[in-house]
Structure formats: structure tokens, C-alpha cells
């Protein structure tokens, strides 16, 4: 959660105010030429970075206009939410996030510049991302039954890498050891690329992470992955099962991006952004590069959303309650 984006879409604010009929393309619906300015996404580097500018490509072709892609990163991706929940809510901007900016971090933050859900206007669940576990091949563990039978073995041995602090890789790791019962030391790097290079050389034995960045080294063979936190096994690697399937059907953790805009938006400017967002989100070009990353192209309505929202937030304040943690 490093870096935050967002979109502008004028076609859908400069209607409104003109009280004609522009509108996100739909199977009923003929989209207007577009006026003012280009819409914008901000979203940060990353894999948000990667994932707004998939979407800005194939939203040009729906909102019949270009979309850029403009990155704020800094504060664990507080800053680049805040900036785009305090842009007017014009139809003119909206952001791509990750949800834990939503979920995780007003918990693990005792100062937050923005409140949630007051401040925010849901559009859609865009991406869905499972967090994997993932061990050296040295360490000799194929499945998550060995990897707790080695921990049994040898408690307070094993050390397991999360990326980052206070964020979901690290909260699924204390969630694994506290359900496990694994005598596991957690260790909280600094984002995903040190703890996965350290991962690589040996350094490390054990990771929980997004799926995209280890999947490179899955497939050379180079790091094993033992389980998915999910609630269905990822169609990337259809034969790694998930915690559900090995006794821990309370641990899921699926890292989603979404897209939100400033409180105050309009429903039926929301709507329409979300509608083109759908669109989007089926296009080939968006699908398969999520797919061969090892995520999922996704679309939810704004209500649906809000609902997400507030059930993941509800999970994680537990999480964060009882395990005590808190950003630095």
C-alpha cells in the first residue's frame, strides 16, 4: 500500500451540469463525444501503477477520450487517497486504490487525513489479488502440513517475511501463526521487492505476499508455493490449494483494488463511471494481462462495494485489536 491513484472523467460531469445525456457506454446507451479536459488516474507504482494503467487504456475507448495516468505515492498510500477523496466531487476525479487504504490502515493509523466510509463515494471492486505463502526450497516443505509439522519440530526456528508493516500480508501472517499455533518469527519488510530478493537468495524462509510478484519465481522454481488465502484456488495455479482446504477456513485475505471518489459524487455519475469501469474490466486486454500476472479482473456495483468495504474493515479492526499491531 505504497502509492494511491485516480481517474477523471468529464464526459460524465460536464453532462450533468449541461443537463444532457453523455453517459458511460452501456448496451442501450450511445456515448457523446467527449468535452474538457482528459480524464486522469493517479494511481501509485506497483501494482496499482500497473493495474490503473490497464484499466486507463481500455476506458479511452469507452469514455471516448484519453485517459492518463498520474501516480501519488507516499504514507503506505494514505497520501495519494487523501488527495483524491479532497478533489471536487465533479465527476472529474476518481481514484484506483488498494482496499487496505479503506480497511487496514484507519485501523493501524491513530491519525488519518480522511474518514471511512464518511468520505468516500464507492464505484467498483476492480482487481482481485490473493496473498500466497511461499517457502525457500530448502526448507523441504511442499504443502502447509509439512511446513507446521517442521514448525512443530523446530519452534522459534522459522521466520516468515511479510510485505511491509501493519499492512494485509503482515496481518494474514499473524492471523497463519495465531490459527496455526506456529512457533514462526514474523518479520515485516519494507514492500514486497527486498523480502522477495531475500526470499530468492536463501536469506528468508518463509513469505506471505500478493500473488503477481512471487509468480515469476513460482514458475522458475526458485520459491515453493505452499497455500493461497483465498476463498477459491487461483486459476493460475489451479493446483495449489487454499487455507480453507488445509483447516483454516478463517484465514482469507485477498488483497482487491477498487475504485473510489470524493464523498459528495452523485449516484448517477457514480453509477456511470462504475458501468464503464464494467465494461473495462471484460476487456481481453485487461482480463488476460491481470490473468498472467496471477490476478483477477473483477467489477462490483457501488453498493456491493460499500458493503465489501465495511465487512473487510470489521475483520481486520479485529485483527489489529488483537494482535496489538500499529504503523510505524
Not at 490473493?130 to 522459534?156: F, I, M, Y
Not at 514492500?191 to 500478493?210: E, H, K, N, R, S
Amino acid at each position: 500500500m505504497a502509492n494511491q491513484g485516480a481517474l477523471r472523467a468529464s464526459p460524465l460531469s460536464r453532462h450533468r451540469r449541461a443537463g444532457t445525456k453523455c453517459r458511460a457506454r452501456t448496451r442501450h446507451r450511445r456515448v457523446a463525444e467527449p468535452a474538457g479536459p482528459p480524464c486522469r488516474a493517479l494511481p501509485p507504482g506497483g501494482p496499482t501503477d500497473i493495474i490503473a494503467r490497464l484499466y486507463a487504456q481500455a476506458l479511452g475507448p469507452v469514455l471516448k477520450q484519453t485517459v492518463l495516468v498520474e501516480n501519488r505515492a507516499g504514507g503506505s498510500g494514505i497520501s495519494g487517497t487523501d488527495y483524491v477523496l479532497k478533489s471536487a466531487a465533479d465527476g472529474y476525479t476518481f481514484g484506483l486504490i488498494d482496499g487496505g487504504s479503506l480497511t487496514i490502515l484507519p485501523h493501524t493509523h491513530s491519525k488519518m487525513p480522511y474518514r471511512v466510509p464518511e468520505d468516500v463515494t464507492p464505484i467498483s471492486v476492480v482487481t482481485r489479488v490473493p496473498e500466497a505463502l511461499v517457502a525457500h526450497p530448502s526448507l523441504g516443505a511442499k504443502g502447509l502440513p509439512e511446513l507446521l509439522e517442521l514448525a512443530k519440530r523446530q519452534p522459534g526456528r522459522l521466520n516468515m517475511s511479510t510485505a511491509g508493516a501493519a499492512g494485509i500480508s503482515h496481518l494474514t501472517a499473524l492471523v497463519f501463526r495465531a490459527q496455526a499455533g506456529a512457533a514462526v518469527e514474523v518479520v515485516p519488510y519494507r514492500g514486497a521487492a527486498p523480502a522477495v530478493t531475500d526470499l530468492v537468495a536463501g536469506q528468508i524462509q518463509l513469505l506471505f505476499a500478493d500473488l503477481p510478484p512471487l509468480l515469476p519465481h513460482i514458475k522458475a522454481g526458485s520459491m515453493i508455493v505452499l497455500a493461497m488465502a483465498a476463498r477459491g484456488r487461483s486459476p493460475t495455479l489451479p493446483d495449489v490449494p487454499t487455507t480453507g482446504e488445509i483447516g483454516f477456513p478463517k484465514l482469507l485475505a485477498e488483497n482487491w483494488y477498487c475504485a473510489v471518489a470524493p464523498r459528495g459524487l452523485p449516484t448517477l455519475i457514480a453509477a456511470r463511471i462504475s458501468a464503464a469501469l464494467k465494461e473495462a474490466s471484460q476487456a481481453p486486454g485487461v482480463k488476460n494481462e491481470l490473468a498472467a500476472q496471477g490476478a483477477e479482473a473483477t467489477w462490483t456495483s457501488p453498493k456491493k462495494m460499500l458493503a465489501l468495504m465495511r465487512e473487510d474493515s470489521e475483520s481486520w479492526r479485529q485483527v489489529v485489536v488483537t494482535s496489538g499491531v500499529k504503523s510505524e
